[in-house]
């Protein structure tokens, strides 16, 4: 997020120009047993080898040969750089197989998996926000509506409860809504400066 917003300087822009979400998979549950019943009987479902398919379309290494218990390596490429850093440099202290990664990528994508009862996930998340620097959560969902309904109906109250998520929205389009200045780009923004004839 930091080097996000040191870019957007960079640019001529603010650091408060840009809204940075992260993807995550919430399992929600009314209790910790639940969610882990729940997010245990996802994981019998995963493809592993569709999951190894996804997971070399994003990093331009064929994973399918490899041993499933082989280590990831980074690997120079011209592909998805970020993605296999994900799963080599973001965290020194772990060392990924190739099916731990295909079991990661088969429920959650490149996001969390945050997995627990209604307070118990408001935790995580307030942890991501107050401690990353990123402004919200774009969700995904293993099981729809399920998963999502379950955010709707046991987290958003709760996160209400703590003051984290709106009880109202703004009127006005979506810029507006998230950046508080009208529905158009600012005047000295670079997209602005586009004529279309």
Aim: aromatic letters at 8%.
């Amino acid at each position: 997020a930091d080097g996000i917003r040191q870019a957007c300087e960079a640019a001529g822009r603010g650091r408060d120009e840009v809204l940075i979400y992260a993807q995550a998979l919430l399992i929600i549950a009314p209790t910790r047993e639940e969610a882990e019943a729940r997010f245990n009987d996802y994981r019998r479902y995963v493809d592993l080898d569709a999951a190894l398919a996804l997971l070399s379309g994003w990093t331009g290494i064929d994973f399918a040969g490899l041993d499933p218990d082989a280590p990831i390596e980074y690997v120079e490429n011209d592909a998805g750089r970020a993605a296999l850093a994900a799963f080599t440099a973001a965290d020194p202290t772990r060392r990924w197989t190739v099916r731990e990664a295909a079991e990661f990528v088969g429920l959650g994508g490149r996001g969390p998996v945050l997995i627990g009862a209604a307070s118990e996930v408001a935790d995580q998340l307030e942890t991501w926000l107050d401690h990353t620097g990123i402004d919200g959560f774009n969700l995904t969902y293993a099981v729809q509506p399920d998963d999502l309904a379950n955010v709707v109906d046991l987290l958003v109250p709760e996160l209400q409860r703590r003051g984290r998520y709106p009880l109202s929205y703004t009127e006005g389009p979506l810029r507006h809504k998230l950046f508080g200045r009208g529905g158009q780009l600012p005047e000295r923004h670079v997209g602005r400066q586009v004529s279309i004839q």
